[in-house]
C-alpha cells in the first residue's frame, strides 16, 4: 500500500497505529511494566500519578499502569479468541446456508433467527451465569452469541456469489462443494468478514470489561480493565484516576479497532469511501450500548 | 395487512425458539445443576428436593411441556434467593427499566439526527468534522465508564443532578404536575437525566452516522435539485424531502438499538442504582438464581422481540414500498 493510499484513509492510519500500541504492551508487559500486578506497597496505597507510578496505584498499592498493560493481555486474548470463534462458526454456517440454501439454510437461519432475538449483552450474561465465570467461559458465551452476525453476512454474500461465473465453472468441473465454499468462495467474500471481525473485537472487549465490571466476567486477582474501572467506583471522590485510567484504556482500544474497521472498509469497498453512503453500509454488528 | 399478518407470523415461532433456549439455559450447567446449585457440600436430600422443584426429575419433554404450561398460565416460577414469584418481581421492575430505556431512546434520537442533519447541511466544515469526532467517541466510549465520568462531573463537582436513584416514577411525576405540582416531575426528569444520556450516547453517535450518511445521499440526489429548481423554501428541502428519506435506515437502527439499551440498562442500573430489572439481572446472574434469571432473559427478549416488531410496522408505514412488496 502506498503512501498517498496511507493518507488517503486515515482512519486506517489512526487505528492501526492504535491496534499496534495496544497489541505490542499485549504481548511485551512482561519487560515493558516496572512491577508485576499483584506486587503490593501498603506505603503508596491510591498514590496519585507520578514518576514511580505513572497511573498512580490502587488501594492495594499496586501500580496501576501494569496491571492494565497485564489486563490487556486478558481483555484482548478472550476478545480475540471469541471473534475468531465466532468468525470461523459464523463464516461457516454462513457460507453453507448461502451456498446449498433448502433445508440447511432454513433450519440453520432459524437458529440465527432466534440468537438474535435476545437483546445479545442479556444473553452473554446468562451464558456466563450459567457456565461459570472465568476467562474461557466468557469467550465461550461472546463465541455462542455473536457468531450469528458473521453468519447472516457470509450467507449474503455466499447468496450473491453462486451465480458467478467462477462458482458454476468449478461445479461444472466437478469440484467438491467443501473445496468450492472454501477456496473459491471464501476468498472472494473475505473482505465484509475482515471487516466485521475487527469491529467485532471492539464489541468483545466492550462485552468482556463489562461482564467483568459487574462482577460476572474475569475475576480478581486476575488483572482486569473492567473490574479495575468497577473497583476505582469506591473510590471515585477521593481518588478517580483509578477508574479514569481503566476507561481511557477501553476506549482507545476500542476506538483503535472501530477506526481499523472503518479504515479497513474504505480500503475494501473503495465505492463506500468515495460515496457518502459508504458507511455503514456493511451489517455491522449488533453494538452493545454499553 | 399482508406485510402486518407476514411479520407477525414470523414474530410467533421465533418466540417459541426463544422460549426454548431460555428452558434450555438450566440444562447448559455442567454436571448437576441442583448439585452446582447447592454446592459440594449440600446433602443428597437437599439436592433431591431441589430437582424436584426445578423439575428436574422429569424426562426433558416433560419438563418442557411443564413449562410451557406454567408460561402460558403466567407462571415464571419461584426465586430461589427471594422467595418471590419471579412474574411479581419481574413486573415490579420493568416499568423503571423500560422508562429508562425509552428516555435514552429519546436522547439518541434527538441528538443523533440533529448532529447528523447538522453534518450534513455543512457538509466539509469543522462542524462536520466535530460531529464525526463526537460519532467515534460515543461509539467507542463504555456506557458504564461514561456514567461515572457523568456522575463525577455533574454529581460529585457541580452537585447539579442526582448521583443515585430513581426518585418518583414517570408517570406519577407527570401526573403531579398536571395537579400543579411540577416539583416530582423536575425531581423524575434530574434523577433520569444521567442514566438516559449516558445510555443513549452510543445510539446518538450510530444514528448520527447513519444520518448523515443518508442525508448527504438524500441531499445529492435528483428530487432534491428538483425541488431546489422549482424554489422550494431551503428549510423545507432539508427537513420535508431530504430528512424523510434519510431517516429509514436509522429507524430500523432504532429498533435495533433497543436491544442494545437493554442490556446497557443492567449496567447503567448498577451504577446510578436505578431500581430496575436491571440490578434484578445482575442479582440472579450473580447468585445463579435460575427461575430468576429465566424469567428476566424471557421478558427481556419478549420486550425486543416486540420493539422489533413495533419498528419494522413502522418501517412499513413510514416507507409504503415496503408494505406493498
Redesign the interface.
Known sequence: MSVRALQRNPSLCCGGLLVSAVLFVAIFHGWLAPYTPEQMDMTRRLAPPGAAHWLGTDNFGRDLATRLAWGAEVSLSIALGATAAAAIIGTGVGLLCGYCRGAVDLVLM??V???L???????V????????PGPRNLAVALAAVYWTQYARVARAAALSERERDYVLAAEAIGVSTLRILFRHLLPNIAGPLLVLATLGV?VAI?SE??LS????GVQPPTPSWGWT??YG?RY??SD?WM??A??LT???T??GF??LGDGLRDLLDPRAAA??????RLPGL????? | MRYLLTRLGLFVPMLAGVVSVVFLLVHLIPGDPARVLLGEDASPQAVAQLRHNLGLDLPLPSQFLRYLGHLLHGDLGVSMFQNAPVLDLVLARLPATLELAAFAIVVSVCLGVSLGCAAAVFHGSALDLLCLVFAQLGISVTVFWLGILLMLAFSVELHWLPAIGRGVPLSSAFAAALEGRPAALFDSLAHLAMPAVALGMQGAAIICRLVRSGMLEALASDYVRTARAKGVHPFAVTFRHALRNALLPAVTMIGWQFGNLLGGAVLTEGIFGWPGLGQLAVGAFSQRDLPLMQGIVLTFALVFGLVTLATDLAYGLIDPRIGSR
Open positions: 432459524r437458529i433467527d432466534i440468537v432475538g435476545f437483546p445479545s449483552l442479556i444473553l450474561m446468562a451464558l456466563v451465569a450459567v457456565l461459570g471492539g466492550v470489561s463489562g465490571f459487574l462482577g460476572l474501572l468497577a467506583l471515585l471522590r478517580p477508574s479514569t481503566a476507561g477501553i476506549m482507545i476500542v476506538a472501530n477506526l460515496a457518502p453512503t459508504g458507511r455503514w449488533q453494538r452493545p450500548a454499553f
